[in-house]
């Protein structure tokens, strides 16, 4: 049962536009959203996230915005430059009393930015 | 440079065999995380560990067990290995599980 999905494997733009990536999950439990990036031969690196207490949260060019009615996320980067371009996790934390708070991720977005 | 530290980087290995997978978290960190991602999938989540107690449980398969040690460590452990354990193991640890997971570079496996 995939909890988070990540419907679009890739997406291709130009530098200068937006870079839109898009999540939808499924458990209403979820209580913190997250993005990570990830480059070739390289672990994930965190990018940003948003609390399920939030529509909107902004870190310069990266901003995520949370439709919970929707159950779906998404990433837009403005404007979009060739460094961007890399594999895009969403992921989503299902907090449970006995502290875990292991992350559910999704099947990533290869996000290409055309010079 | 995220401070967690994966060892060995590549491993080619045959079908049957067992093979050993270790993960350094960053210093001060109490939890570890072990994912597994295989051609064209996302993240799985394997297990958890918190200052050396298995704290969550994911699609962990009986053939594959972990533990973390008292220096905090952990080690995941894969035996009779088949071709579709082949992939990309990370290890992630988090200073407490409600914090950020930063993630090592990945221990890639080869099962022919």
């Known amino acids: 049962d995939q909890q988070v999905k990540q419907n679009s494997p890739s997406l291709s733009v130009q530098e200068g536009r937006i870079s839109i990536l898009n999540c939808d999950y499924t458990?209403?439990?979820?209580?913190?959203f997250l993005w990570y990036k990830k480059y070739p031969a390289e672990g994930p690196t965190f990018l940003i996230s948003?609390?399920?207490?939030?529509d909107k949260n902004e870190d310069g060019r990266f901003t995520v915005f949370l439709n919970k009615s929707a159950k779906h996320l998404s990433l837009h980067i403005v404007p979009s430059q060739p460094g961007d371009s890399a594999v895009y996790f969403c992921a989503a934390r299902f907090y449970r009393s006995g502290n875990t708070g292991k992350l559910i991720f999704g099947q990533g977005t290869t996000l290409q930015v055309k010079p | 440079d995220s401070g967690v530290t994966q060892t060995p980087k590549h491993l080619i290995t045959a079908t049957g065999q067992r093979v050993t997978l270790r993960c350094s978290p960053r210093s001060g960190d109490l939890s570890v995380y072990w994912y597994q991602q295989s051609l064209d999938q996302g993240l799985q989540f394997l297990i958890q560990?918190?200052?050396?107690?298995?704290?969550a449980k994911g699609n962990i398969l009986e053939r594959f067990s972990a533990q973390q040690f008292p220096d905090l460590h952990s080690e995941l452990n894969l035996s009779s290995l088949e071709l579709g354990d082949s992939a990309l193991y990370f290890c992630a640890s988090s200073v407490d599980p409600t914090g950020e997971l930063f993630f090592g570079e990945g221990s890639r496996l080869t099962v022919l």
């Open positions: 560990y918190y200052n050396g107690e298995e704290r």
């Open positions: 458990n209403s439990m979820f209580d913190y």
């Open positions: 948003i609390s399920s207490i939030k």
